[in-house]
């Protein structure tokens, strides 16, 4: 990370809002079903 943002003049930046198209349901699903899988 330290390299993109020196060489390449990134900043760190977060969405102003969060994305019209976003769906709660299918976040909270995803986390409970494939965080634990992935996490290993």
């Known amino acids: 990370w330290t390299i993109l943002r020196t060489r390449l003049g990134w900043s760190r930046q977060r969405p102003a809002r969060r994305a019209v198209e976003r769906d709660e349901d299918a976040i909270v ?8 899988r992935i996490k290993k």
């Not at 699903?29 to 634990?36: F, I, L």
């Open 29 to 36: 699903a995803w986390r409970e079903n494939e965080w634990p």
